[in-house]
């Protein structure tokens, strides 16, 4: 046996009705089609459920799975903690699992109470809302995290359970819980963005046509416009039906509280190598790395090669004999590593401490990658998924007041006492100097109101 079926749900709390209560009349769609999916699981005579939430505990780098005897969880946080559920863990499927996650390079972290991890095994509503519906089956499940992986990963882990599944010889469900938009209309949680619809209606007709190479060629702005939380849940559902051929349904859609909420059954049906998208997506990735390296600049190259030299074999490498004059020269350098556009890593000096610019650039890359104390080190399953800069420092000056300052045009510093604090110039997100003046306190323990001397320098950003 495979995935005998896949399923996308939304997971708000409203939904269950001793939360929802009058309310349910807003998602009434929505609750009928969790209805009519409970039957079609029923139906399907599936014997255990594997289900995976944006909100359960996880890791930058590292697909965490429960591994208590039993999973349980309630709706205290919402005003319901009568309503509670409990499953079987099924332990020999999580093995299975983690068995053929390792064969496709997919980290996975067992959690255990042994561990300290108690607290975090309890099931989260992202997983609580779908059982709920599927609660009367009583089936043993697997709970699953997302984590900051790319999107390919996500898609190899689906994958693993497919194999896990083909193994185990019994039918599996899996559920993938997330909600699409969170900004349709101006009164929803993240705000209005127009091109929200857009997202929503995008991976209905995706889903709707089972096109799921199609998850691939999304728009990295359409994603980031759509403040979506269920994108990778899908990526994992679509992995786990890879070379087969099904017959997929939307159920429902509908996005109250400007949130889209997409209700779809994937039933399974014979394998079709034309539907195995591993060798081509697997080309895809390749040529997209091969691009990224070949448009990088020489301070960016050395920074990646310091980085996947050092994490590979703890070898600090020295920098090419041919080197750009300006990486000749002595400067304080900052190196920043993103993964899926979230900061990983980012350490620098202010003042060169290096004979010239490309040592400065190996020591601290080095560092972004294994002590920025914000965050645990680089780990080797990572590093195709992250993506550098370099900021090359000017000198700074001391400056009278903040008048002198443009956070587009300058970073800044603040020294009180001992205490001294950076930002570098051009960070999305930060638009004033008010902003700028307030982050760079904060980073350095200075308070708000704390007098403080100001200095501002320029940077030459590489990529």
């Not at 909420?261 to 895809?284: G, P, T, W």
């Amino acid at each position: 046996m495979s995935i005998i079926f896949g399923s996308i749900v939304p997971h708000p709390p409203i939904l269950i009705p001793q939360i929802g209560r009058d309310n349910l009349i807003f998602v009434e769609k929505t609750k009928k089609a969790m209805e009519t999916l409970a039957k079609l699981a029923v139906e399907e005579n599936v014997e255990t459920l594997v289900v995976i939430s944006p909100h359960s505990p996880a890791f930058a780098d590292a697909i965490a799975v429960k591994t208590g005897d039993e999973l349980k969880g309630s709706f205290r946080q919402f005003g319901a903690g009568s309503v509670a559920l409990n499953f079987k863990n099924n332990l020999e499927f999580v093995d299975l699992i983690f068995k053929y996650a390792e064969e496709e390079n997919v980290p996975f972290f067992k959690f255990s109470t042994k561990f300290g991890f108690k607290d975090l095994e309890e099931l989260d509503h992202g997983a609580l809302v779908p059982l709920f519906y599927l609660q009367d089956i009583e089936l043993p499940i697997v709970s699953l995290s997302i984590s900051d992986f790319s999107y390919y990963k996500h898609y190899l882990l689906g994958v693993a359970i497919q194999k896990a599944a083909e193994e185990y010889g019994k039918r599996v469900g899996f559920i993938a819980s997330g909600d699409l938009s969170h900004r349709l209309t101006p009164e929803a949680p993240a705000g209005f963005n127009r091109r929200g619809k857009e997202f929503d209606l995008t991976i209905k007709s995706i889903i709707e046509k089972a096109d799921f190479e199609e998850l691939f060629a999304l728009d990295d702005s359409l994603i980031d416009d759509a403040g979506e939380c269920g994108l990778r849940s899908i990526f994992v559902l679509a992995g786990s039906m890879n070379g087969y051929r099904v017959d997929s349904k939307v159920l429902s859609y509908e996005g109250p509280f400007g949130v889209g909420y997409l209700v779809a059954f994937i039933k399974a049906l014979e394998k079709d190598s034309k539907r195995d998208l591993l060798e081509s997506l697997n080309e895809r990735n390749i040529a997209g790395q091969k691009k990224t390296k070949e448009s990088e600049s020489p301070p960016v190259k050395l920074a990646r090669e310091t980085v996947e030299s050092y994490i590979k074999n703890v070898k600090v490498i020295s920098p090419p004999e041919v080197l750009p004059q300006y990486m000749k020269k002595k400067a304080g350098v900052f190196v920043s590593i993103n993964k899926n556009k979230a900061l990983r890593g980012c350490i620098g000096t202010v003042n060169p401490t290096e004979p010239d610019i490309a040592m400065e650039i190996i020591r601290n890359a080095i560092n972004a990658s294994t002590n920025d104390p914000r965050f645990d080190s680089v780990g080797v399953s990572e590093l195709d998924d992250l993506v550098y800069s370099v900021d090359i420092l000017e000198e700074p000056e001391e400056i009278p007041d903040e008048t002198f300052l443009d956070p587009a045009k300058y970073g800044v510093i603040v020294k009180s006492g001992f205490k001294t604090g950076l930002l570098l110039p051009n960070i999305e997100g930060v638009e004033t100097v008010e902003e700028q003046l307030s982050i760079a306190k904060r980073k350095a323990g200075i308070g708000e109101n704390e007098r403080v001397k100001l200095y501002r320098f320029k940077v030459t950003r590489y990529y």
